[in-house]
Nanobody, 124 residues
Framework: QVHLVESGGGTVQAGGSLRLSCVVS????????MGWFRQAPGEEREFVAT???????AYKDSVKGRFTVSRDNSKNTVYLQMNSLKPEDTAVYYC??????????????????WGQGTQVTVST
């Protein structure tokens, strides 16, 4: 059983930064593509960023240049560094693990395992 636990969420003023972490247990972390998704109130869950086992990355257009996804295979952990946060970044952020290939890595269908989510609130 693969288990994902996110941490690092909180409330920050616009322009501030947060770093989310997601620790994975129960399987070989290094072989998974790891994704970050978010869901704002009343909205559908959307892709934010992803990092493959090769460390290739992809981002949602609106977070490019502000967010950075990284992974530490020795710690079974994936990170999402979020800078220059905006109120529209407010959402519950989820990490996900799967065997996504290039064509599915920005879609929820590419991921089999999900964390419980962590709230990020950006105030004006």
């Amino acid at each position: 059983q693969v288990h994902l636990v996110e941490s690092g969420g909180g409330t920050v003023q616009a322009g501030g930064s947060l770093r989310l972490s997601c620790v994975v247990s129960g399987d070989t972390f290094s072989r998974y593509t790891m994704g970050w998704f978010r869901q704002a109130p009343g909205e559908e869950r959307e892709f934010v960023a992803t990092i493959k086992w090769s460390s290739a990355t992809a981002y949602k257009d609106s977070v490019k240049g502000r967010f950075t996804v990284s992974r530490d295979n020795s710690k079974n952990t994936v990170y999402l560094q979020m800078n220059s946060l905006k109120p529209e970044d407010t959402a519950v952020y989820y990490c996900a693990a799967g065997n996504a290939i290039t064509s599915t890595m920005t879609s929820q269908i590419g991921y089999r395992y999900w964390g419980q989510g962590t709230q990020v609130t950006v105030s004006t």
